[in-house]
């Protein structure tokens, strides 16, 4: 099955509103031929500067996602936002379960269910990270955790829904350490979570779902990684902040989805 391959920068606790409608803007420049028929572009700012980039955005083919969502539809949950808040900013993805919210936040795999349904519900299309921690890699438990992760994490979600979610791994012990995962090493854990999800929603479903990669992807590494059949996008850190890098890396990974 053909995948269209999808690249989501995460600008996790940086640019405030003007910087991030600047960076949209040379965001557009610097992908201003670019066959967005072959990529779908995101980017997910922090909430305060959401509006910014929603008007930055507007008509080009760049979307928007949000960092984190709550499950429920208002109530005393103070620092948080509702589905229905973030559907009011305009923006169409959001990211669940970042492997810093579970490390800092105290994300669990039932949070991250809770949030996934309302992310559904309100028609939002989920970005869903799951990972192992270096302690886990070394233990030989990555397939347990992934399989944990999965298994709870989409926990009562239809097929219907399932094929609508990306997936973004996250190898923990990768992210800002300056380590990365081999080629091999990330197409081996997409493919494991590939049949996770299989066993989840059903092989149909699994094949139309969208994992990205997460472990400190950059442009000099996008094109090998992308070139894994499972691999169908990066989830993107620091090589997002800034136009020239991202776009680099945006076009080293259609280029690699091409071989």
Not at 59 to 67: E, K, L, R, T
Not at 236 to 244: E, P, R, S, V, Y
Request: negative net charge.
């Amino acid at each position: 099955m053909s995948r269209k391959i999808i690249v989501a920068g995460n600008w996790k606790m940086n640019k405030n509103a003007a910087e991030g409608k600047a960076l949209v803007e040379a965001l557009k420049n610097e992908l201003a031929d670019l066959d967005f028929n072959e990529v779908e572009v995101v980017v997910c700012p922090p909430f305060t500067t959401i509006s910014s980039v929603i008007e930055a955005a507007s008509g080009s083919a760049i979307g928007v996602g949000a960092q984190n969502i709550h499950w429920a539809p208002s109530g005393a949950f103070t620092g948080e936002i509702s589905a229905d808040m973030l559907v009011s900013t305009g923006v169409k993805y959001v990211i669940i379960g970042h492997s810093e919210r579970r490390q800092y936040f105290g994300e669990t795999d039932a949070t991250v269910n809770s949030r996934l349904k309302a992310a559904i519900a309100a028609g939002l299309i989920p970005i869903v990270c799951v990972g192992e921690t270096l302690a886990e890699r070394e233990g030989n438990r990555t397939e347990e955790v992934l399989a944990r992760q999965i298994t709870e994490g989409f926990a009562g979600i239809s097929a219907e829904d399932g094929a609508k979610i990306i997936v973004a791994y996250e190898p923990v012990w990768a992210i800002g350490t300056g380590k990365t995962a081999t080629p091999d090493i990330a197409q081996a854990a997409h493919s494991f979570i590939r049949s996770q999800l299989a066993g989840v929603f059903g092989t149909d479903a699994a094949e139309a779902i969208r994992i990205q990669y997460g472990g400190s992807m950059k442009p000099e590494n996008a094109r090998a990684l992308l070139s894994q059949p499972d691999i169908d996008g990066g989830l993107i850190g620091g090589a997002a902040l800034k136009a020239d890098s991202f776009a680099k890396l945006i076009r080293e990974a259609v280029a690699g989805s091409k071989n």
